[in-house]
Structure formats: structure tokens, C-alpha cells
């Protein structure tokens, strides 16, 4: 049973894991096929799709080879940018393998920033996911085939620190570089197990810590190079091939049939034997180079940190702190040590006396860390969303920084935003130009930055007073840049460009006056996080040792001196140039500390790698294979896409009926057109009939059609309620949606006209006509304020039209308002109002009626008069308007809630209460594996008052909508 509740999570859990991917239909999408894949893509990212389908075959072939398997189904790829982060994912069902690549590059400092090609790393790591994940059981017969989404069983037995770290060894293998190559990786090890906080084994799968999740892909994969280094690279495939035997094993089983003991009892050695490493590391720096040189601590630090900037005259410091529970925030320090005012320094000194006056023996606190600095202006996060790379102007009272703004269709750029650190405005300089780390040039006017918007990041400047944007050096699929730097005489730029498997630093002219021309640090070293300390000498980040530092280089000469010999790494220098000191952050296990240290530190050795020391130190440069590619690759428009279908099942239970459903779905990968048949069928009292309707996407506004056959019985369960609730509809209708995003709301309009045949449902004649208009508009919008978050909710819809020879309408207020805090459950309030503002004589049917389940055949715009409430029968409580309150407090998987309405023109106009626990789980529309919208709904409740005092009800809603 316990398998196969995780196998049906599993069928759900890709869309609400993945919810950020939002497909754009709307686009001009083209496809390119190839023997075993399938690639759709926008017109935009032609190129960078090109390049990377040019080797999907060949990748598909090198990672069979290691893995053991290939799928036999052909793979959909989406490509698309919908957040303009670099990431992508895979959906290893093995009826329908699909994967999906974000093509914006990663920085160097990501830990996935270090290959030889970013879509290269992607193909090999999200295919080695279908590869290893997607592989059947051998069984005669397994049961998990017959669910509506096919899982196999290494997908449904293994903890994430196999699905991730497996794919991040595969990505090491065959390319030689990724995130087994990589300085960051051995990085986290080794302070981590340093400071003697490396994961437990069930930490390994993730946890909230700092990093925390990272360490799946980092520790999972470096756990797994440890085992093939001791037993060989093809006992890792033993493994797969256990769990999919004939005889059923669970992967610790299986783990111990390969390797002789279980894998929590072998990571405690791995995890042993990393912290030996470690610390010889740590010996070999102390006792054969004389310690570690990082200069003096600035502030200590938690959780993530900006990179510090430091204002012209070197006066002041911006940065971005972060913690675990809120979004980031920047705020302004003055660089020298805050200076203690003589009435504080007066209170504390006096504090302490009377400590000592209490108790003599006590020992106070010592100071370990300088005191916390104190800001002198703070830009907080707004929406929800905080600003980031904050860069001072020349005036040293602007500061440039950038947030991720919407664009429309769910997809979100960063732009650049100007900020006043003395009156508090902001000033939005960009609008949906995906701009990103802006430096600005002396003149004040401009600045340079990177763009990136086509799968790489082009070198830009940016007008900041029109927000016009001009491409200085364009990037391509191999060439990409990264945090640019002007030069104090504003004549060069230096920037970290990735090309041929490294990021190296170039110096371009800034004029224009020279194109094309540069001058690159030398070395075959990752170089990046470049600032000028003069204009002759650059600081930069080398990972040449295998632990990142700081150099400096002679521009003209190429002389390369280390200056810091740090055990963790050193990130984001910035000179200040009143002080010749160097600020830079350094890495703890618990985030990021802001240090600073003398730019004229002598030169420093730095340890050399040991390979019996790997992982804590990364290992020799790979040399892999590069993947063959090919050049007959066809492009052809993509229409309505490819088909798939799927068929789900669905059930609806209240405290007055039963009934069941199997919905139908025939979609594209990305959304583009969908096909839906809704059946139902129950108890009388419970919605009976069909519905199939057509979504259309490919324009904005998208559209839809839909047909219809509805009946429902409510006087069935209680034949003392309303006979006229019984109806019957038969009909058809149109609708149109609409949505803005904007940086602190979103709104959303749908209009329809529906037509359709009333009855009483049960009765052979008789009825009417009926027609509506309707219209729904939902506005929406989130904040915080003093760190609670604050997400509302207002909502009105509507309908007019006629019944027969009748006028009828409705009107529906909503207004929600969810608020939630750190250490404390979220709470939510709803209040819903229906009116009935039909003529006198119009049908019972269009009165306000409260109870029953949602309907799964008709949209709450075509029914806006049923208030639901399935803790009591449907029609419970009848009348011409209603209101009703709920609260919710989260906790969890289940919600505690409290409810209560009033209904006008009732035998009992007292408000009707209700208080239960419920659980309510939603994904949004998945077309990528055609999965529809699904609500999972259920609880139970008591209701305190007549007409259903007393009784305690069950309830489970189960539905789907395209």
C-alpha cells in the first residue's frame, strides 16, 4: 500500500514540483526531430536549440553507455524561459519521458557553472535522469503499469540523493567537467566536514540548512565516486538493474547486495574519510605554508550574501542580506566600524558592573565576532521579491540594483531599477529587458551590463535615462558573459567570458573606438568575479589551486600573484580604493561572511592538489570525449503539436452524494490546444452527465467551446428539500481569458455566453431556455510588512441573461486575505457574498443555494448561485442571497478551519456554523506529460446548527480542468 501511495504522488507531484515551468504558447514555436527525440522551442532560441540538438543523439548514446539503458519511447524536450534562471528538469515516466532546458547560462559561481558547454550539461544530466529513472521492471507483471502515469520502480524506491547525485556523476563522466569537476563541490565538502557539519545520511537527501539542498546533487554524486572508486564504475549499474529484477527489492537491499552493508552504514565512512582529507588539507596550509591568509573579518554572516559594493569615495558599503525566511534585503553600512556613541558605550560598561555587583564568580561573554553593523538605509524586498546587485552611482547616493519583474504569460526578467539612498525612491530604468549586473560608468548616465535572452548573455550598455539597451559584445551558444566592471578611468571593461570549457577575464575597450580588440588573462584556469584595483591591476577569483582565491593581475604584463589562502573559498572582491583594501565574501557552513584584506598582501603559495584527497579537493582535469554533432537537423513550424493522451479517474463525495469520474485529456507539450471529455456518474443527488470542451492557447486572449450535460437530483438525498434545485442542463458555450501581471499584482478577466436547455432532472418534458452572459474578474496581489506576508484575493463575477421568459442575473463578491510569519501557521479569511438579482417570478433554480460539493461538470461561471459547503447536502440552505466566512489555519498537511454562512429568506436566517480539519493539495495544468489542472480535496466537519445540527460528515472532491 505504502508503494503504491507514493507511485500516485509520483503521477501528481512532476506538476506541483515543477510549477514554476510555464509554458508560452503564444510564441512561434518551431520542432526538431531527431531519431529518439522530439525538441520544441520559440523561434528566439533557434540557435542556442540547434547547437544543443546537434548532439542529443550523441549524448543519448554516451550516457546509455554508462548507465545501461536508454528509454525506448521517444523523449519530448520543451525549451523555453520562463524566469530567465538557468536550470531545467526531467520527467522520467516511462510512457511518456519528457525533459525541459532553460537556456540561460549559469555564472561561474554556480556550481553547475563549471562546463565545457551549458546545454551540453543539460542534455547529459536530464537525460541520465530518463536513463536511470525511466527503466521498467522486469516483472511479468507489474501493477504500477496500469496507473494513469507509468513510474518505474527505481523512480518509486530511491531518496533523492540517488535521482540527483546518479545524474550528477553521469554529468562528470561524460563530459569531464560539471559539478564533479568543480571547485564548488569540493568546496562545500570540505569546510563543511571542517567544521564537522556534513550532513547525516537522511540530511543527504536535502534539509533546510544552509545549502542544504544542494547537497543531493553534491554529496549524493560525491558519495557515489567514492563507491566506484572503490568497487568499480559497474557496480553502480548493478544497482539499477537489482531494483528492477524480478525478484522486488527495496534500495537499501539492493544497496547491500552490491556493496555488503547498507548505504546509511558506508556514508558514515565516506563521510569519515572526507573530513580526514579535509583536515589534512588543513594541516598541509598550517604547517607547510604557514596558515591561512584572509585578512580580518568585517562581518559575521548567515545564509546568503550579496556581493558588497562600495560607494566612490569608500565611504560606504551596499549589500544584499539574506536569511532562510525572508527574501533578501540591501542595505547601506558605512565601511569603517560603526563608532559607539559615548551614552551607549556609558550604559553597557554599566550593565556589565551591575552583572559583576550580582555575581562575582560569573565569567561574561567574550566578543568572538565584531558587533553588528548598523544600516544606514535599507531597501526592502516588495511583492515579495527583493532586489538584488546593488551598484553605487558616481553621486555615491544612487545605487543601481535589478529585480525579477513579470513580463506577461507567467514569465518573469530582471530589469534594472535606480535607487535613492537618502529619500528611499526607486526609479524603474528597464522594462522586460533581462538585464542583469548593471555597473555604471563615470558619466552617470549609462552603465554596462549583460543581457540574456537567447540562450547566452551578451555584453550591453544601458541608457539609464531612456532604459534603451545597445549589444557592445554579442555572446553565442559557446561565448557567454558575466559580471562586467569598468575600469576607473572609464575607458575598458573588464568581464568573465565562458568559452572552450573555461571562464577566463577579458579586457575590451569601452569606447567602441577599438572593435574587436582585447587583452585576456592568461592561463587555462576558471577565472570570474573580476573588480579593478587601479587601472593597471585587476582582482580576481582563480580556482587554479582547486580552492577559489583571490590574484591579482598585471593587465599589462599578465603577472598572476595569489594574495589569499582561504579553506572554504573567496567570492565577490571590491576594491576600495580610499583604503587599498580588498572586500570579498567568504564561505562558511553556515553562508557567507564579508571580510577584507590589504590589496598589497604579499604573494602566497597555495597548496597543491592531492588526488588521494579528492573530493574535499577537486579532482585532475578530465578529458572527455566531445560529443559528435550533426548538421542535417530540419526545423518545421509546430503547429498543434504532437498528440498524447491520458485518462484520469475522479470521485466526489459530499454529505448528500457519491459519484465518480474519468476524465480524458488530448493535449500538446506546450499547451497549445486541448482536447477534454468529462464523464460522471453516482448516487441521483450527485452530478451526473458529460462535458467536452476545446482550449485554445496560440493567441492572447486564449479561448475555449465547451458542450454539456449536467443533472442532479439534491431533493433525492432529503425529499424534504427544494423539488426545483432538481435541474437538468443541456447546452453549450464560449469564453475568453485575459490575464496582467504587474510587479505587485496580477488581474485576470474571463467573458462568456453559455445556452442551454433547462429540466427538471428525472421528469420526461417540459423546461425552458436558458442563456447568460457572464463575466469574472480576479484581482490579486502579495506583500510584507514587518515579515508578515501578506498574499489578497478580490473577486467578482456575474451573470445576466433569461430563463425562459424570465430575466435572471447573479452577482458573487469574493475578498480573501492570507497572512503568514516565520514559526507561525499561515492564516487565511474568506468571505464570499451571493446575490440573486433575477425578476421576482424567475425559476427557484436561480435562487442562492448553499451546500454540496463543487460540480464537476459546470464552472463555478455558469453556476454562480451554488455556494459550496460538502459537509452539508447540496440546496441545504436556499435563498435569494448569501454569505458566507471561513477560516483556515495551515498547519501542515491538514488545515483546521471554521465556517459559517447566513442565507436571506430562510425558515433559520441565524448563521449556519460548521468547524473541521481538511486537506487540500492543487497543481496547476501540466501539458508537458498532459496532465490537467487537479484539486485533491478532503476532510471532514461538523455542522452546530439546523437544518444538519449535529451531524458530522466525510468529504472528498477529486476533479480536473484543462
Not at 569615495?313 to 566600524?337: E, K
Not at 499584482?745 to 445556452?755: F, M
Not at 469574493?814 to 501557521?825: C, E, Q, S, V
Not at 443555494?849 to 447540496?874: C, E, F, I, K, Y
Request: proline residues 8%.
Amino acid at each position: 500500500m505504502r508503494s503504491l501511495l507514493t507511485a500516485l504522488l509520483l503521477c501528481v507531484l512532476p506538476a506541483a514540483a515543477h510549477a514554476q515551468f510555464v509554458a508560452r504558447p503564444h510564441l512561434d514555436w518551431q520542432t526538431i526531430q531527431t531519431e529518439h527525440f522530439i525538441v520544441h522551442y520559440p523561434a528566439q532560441y533557434r540557435e542556442w536549440t540547434q547547437a544543443v540538438v546537434s548532439r542529443l543523439e550523441s549524448a543519448r548514446t554516451a550516457v546509455g553507455d554508462i548507465i545501461g539503458f536508454v528509454p525506448t519511447a521517444r523523449v519530448q524536450v520543451v525549451i523555453d524561459d520562463p524566469t530567465n534562471v538557468s536550470n531545467g528538469f526531467a520527467l522520467p515516466f516511462v510512457d511518456q519521458p519528457t525533459m525541459v532546458f532553460y537556456p540561460v547560462p549559469p555564472s561561474p559561481r554556480q556550481s553547475i557553472g563549471n562546463s565545457r558547454d551549458w546545454g551540453e550539461l543539460l542534455a547529459v544530466h536530464e537525460f541520465a535522469h530518463l536513463a536511470h529513472l525511466a527503466r521498467p521492471a522486469r516483472r511479468p507483471f507489474d501493477p504500477f503499469r496500469l496507473l494513469p502515469v507509468h513510474v518505474g520502480p527505481i523512480m518509486r524506491g530511491v531518496p533523492a540523493w540517488v535521482t540527483e547525485g546518479y545524474a550528477t556523476f553521469v554529468e562528470g563522466r561524460v563530459t569531464g567537467s560539471g559539478r564533479p569537476n568543480n571547485a564548488q563541490r569540493a568546496a562545500l565538502l570540505r569546510q563543511w566536514a571542517l567544521e564537522g557539519r556534513l550532513p547525516t545520511y537522511a540530511q543527504l537527501s536535502g534539509s533546510s540548512a544552509y545549502n542544504g539542498r544542494a547537497f543531493p546533487y553534491l554529496g549524493g554524486s560525491a558519495y557515489l565516486d567514492w563507491l566506484a572508486a572503490r568497487e568499480g564504475d559497474s557496480t553502480i549499474t548493478h544497482l539499477w538493474r537489482r531494483m528492477t529484477a524480478r525478484t522486488r527489492r527495496s534500495f537499501p537491499q539492493a544497496f547491500a547486495g552490491v556493496y555488503g552493508r547498507r548505504p546509511e552504514d558506508l556514508y558514515g565512512r565516506f563521510s569519515a574519510e572526507v573530513t580526514g582529507s579535509a583536515l589534512a588539507i588543513e594541516r598541509r596550509i598550517v604547517d607547510s605554508l604557514g596558515g591561512v591568509v584572509e585578512g580580518e573579518l568585517v562581518q559575521r554572516l548567515a545564509w546568503e550574501t550579496g556581493d558588497p559594493a562600495i560607494s566612490p569615495d569608500g565611504s560606504r558599503v551596499a549589500i544584499v542580506l539574506c536569511s532562510a525566511t525572508r527574501p533578501g534585503r540591501v542595505v547601506v553600512w558605512n565601511s569603517a566600524p560603526d563608532t559607539v556613541p559615548a551614552r551607549v558605550a556609558a550604559e553597557r560598561e554599566a550593565a556589565r558592573e551591575r552583572a559583576r555587583r550580582r555575581d562575582s564568580l560569573d565569567v561574561p561573554d567574550r566578543q568572538f565576532y565584531p558587533p553588528a553593523r548598523r544600516a544606514l538605509a535599507t531597501l526592502e524586498a516588495r511583492d515579495g521579491r527583493g532586489f538584488d546587485t546593488p551598484r553605487f552611482m558616481p553621486d555615491g547616493r544612487h545605487v543601481l540594483v535589478t529585480r525579477a519583474e513579470p513580463v506577461g504569460g507567467g514569465a518573469y526578467r530582471p530589469d534594472v531599477y535606480l535607487w535613492d539612498t537618502k529619500d528611499g525612491d526607486t526609479r524603474r530604468v528597464t522594462q522586460g529587458a533581462a538585464v542583469r549586473l548593471p555597473d555604471p560608468e563615470r558619466n552617470g548616465t549609462s552603465a554596462v551590463a549583460v543581457q540574456c535572452t537567447r540562450g547566452w548573455c551578451d555584453l550591453v550598455r544601458v541608457d539609464l535615462v531612456s532604459g534603451a539597451v545597445v549589444v557592445l559584445r554579442e555572446g553565442s551558444p559557446s561565448v557567454t558573459y558575466y559580471r562586467p566592471r569598468i575600469s576607473p578611468a572609464g575607458d575598458r571593461i573588464a568581464v568573465a567570458v565562458q568559452e572552450r570549457n573555461q571562464w577566463r577575464i577579458d579586457v575590451i575597450d569601452a569606447t567602441g573606438s577599438v572593435p574587436g580588440a582585447r587583452t585576456s588573462v592568461p592561463g587555462s584556469a576558471t577565472r570570474f568575479d573580476v573588480s579593478w584595483r587601479d587601472d593597471t591591476t585587476l582582482i580576481v577569483v582563480s580556482e587554479a589551486s582547486g580552492i577559489t582565491n583571490l590574484e591579482r593581475v598585471d593587465v599589462a604584463s599578465g603577472r598572476i600573484e595569489p594574495f589569499t589562502r582561504v579553506l572554504g573559498g573567496a567570492f565577490a572582491p571590491e576594491v576600495n580604493r580610499a583604503t587599498d583594501h580588498v572586500w570579498f565574501l567568504s564561505l562558511h557552513s553556515r553562508g557567507l561572511d564579508v571580510r577584507q584584506i590589504p590589496a598589497s598582501t604579499p604573494t602566497v603559495d597555495l597548496p597543491a592538489a592531492e588526488p588521494n584527497e579528492f573530493p574535499a579537493i577537486p579532482a585532475q582535469p578530465a578529458t572527455a570525449p566531445m560529443l559528435a554533432m550533426r548538421d542535417d537537423l530540419v526545423e518545421r513550424p509546430y503547429g498543434a503539436g504532437p498528440r498524447s493522451t491520458r485518462v484520469l479517474p475522479g470521485a466526489t463525495v459530499d454529505a448528500g452524494s457519491a459519484g465518480a469520474q474519468l476524465f480524458a485529456i488530448n493535449g500538446d507539450p506546450v499547451g497549445r490546444l486541448e482536447l477534454a471529455l468529462l464523464g460522471t456518474a453516482g448516487s441521483r443527488s450527485a452530478w451526473q452527465g458529460a462535458r467536452t470542451w476545446m482550449t485554445v492557447r496560440r493567441w492572447r486572449p486564449t479561448f475555449s467551446v465547451e458542450a454539456f450535460h449536467a443533472q442532479q437530483q439534491p431533493a433525492d438525498a432529503a425529499p424534504a428539500r427544494p423539488a426545483a434545485l432538481d435541474i437538468s442542463l443541456t447546452g453549450g458555450g464560449l469564453r475568453t481569458h485575459g490575464q496582467i501581471d504587474r510587479s505587485a499584482w496580477r488581474a485576470s478577466t474571463s467573458l462568456g455566453v453559455a445556452a442551454m436547455r433547462t429540466g427538471r432532472a428525472g421528469a420526461d418534458s417540459g423546461g425552458a431556455a436558458r442563456s447568460v452572459g457572464w463575466a469574472v474578474t480576479d484581482v490579486s496581489g502579495s506583500t510584507r510588512i514587518l515579515g508578515v506576508g501578506l498574499a489578497g484575493l478580490a473577486s467578482v463575477r456575474g451573470d445576466a441573461g433569461r430563463h425562459g421568459s424570465h430575466r435572471i442575473g447573479h452577482v458573487v463578491t469574493t475578498g480573501a486575505i492570507r497572512a503568514d510569519a516565520p514559526f507561525i501557521p499561515a492564516i487565511q479569511a474568506t468571505v464570499v457574498h451571493a446575490r440573486n438579482t433575477s425578476a421576482m417570478n424567475a425559476p427557484a433554480f436561480e435562487q442562492v443555494a448553499v451546500g454540496g460539493a463543487v460540480s464537476p461538470l459546470l464552472d463555478t461561471p455558469l453556476l454562480p448561485n451554488r455556494l459550496s459547503m460538502p459537509v452539508m447536502p447540496a440546496g441545504a440552505l436556499v435563498g435569494s442571497e448569501a454569505t458566507t466566512i471561513r477560516a483556515d489555519v495551515a498547519l501542515g498537511t491538514f488545515s483546521p478551519y471554521a465556517w459559517t454562512a447566513r442565507v436571506a429568506d430562510t425558515a433559520a436566517p441565524d448563521w449556519n456554523r460548521v468547524v473541521g480539519v481538511e486537506a487540500r493539495f492543487s497543481t496547476g495544468a501540466f501539458p508537458l506529460v498532459t496532465l490537467p489542472r487537479a484539486e485533491f480535496v478532503g476532510g471532514i466537519g461538523h455542522s452546530f446548527d439546523e437544518p444538519h445540527r449535529g451531524r458530522t460528515a466525510v468529504y472528498l472532491n477529486v476533479t480536473y480542468r484543462p
